[in-house]
């Protein structure tokens, strides 16, 4: 059974950070791509940042040198790294691993920036 927990979000000021945490259970998420999105508004959860299993990544633009998503193997966790926050950036935060037999996602985590 796959699970995917995630833990780190709050509310934060602007220029703050956060680090949010996606621990992963029936999943090695070494040899599977993982991946943050996040709900905004709308029906789409949009791709935020994500990590093959090489080690490769990718960001969407409006998080740019600001975040940075990084995996520890031992842990089987993967993290997401975020800094110079700004209430654009409000939202819910899902993990994602896609797997073999398809995509699992996580329970969502709040992180609200504000003052």
Known sequence: QVQLVESGGGLVQPGGSLRLSCAASGISISINTMGWYRLTSGKERDLVAVITPDGGTNYADSVKGRFTISRDNAKN???????????????????????????????????????
């Open 77 to 115: 966790t993967v993290y997401l790294a975020m800094n110079s926050l700004r209430p654009e950036d409000t939202a819910v935060y899902y993990c994602r691993a896609l797997g073999i037999f398809g995509v699992y996602w996580g329970q969502g985590t709040q992180v609200t920036v504000s003052t």
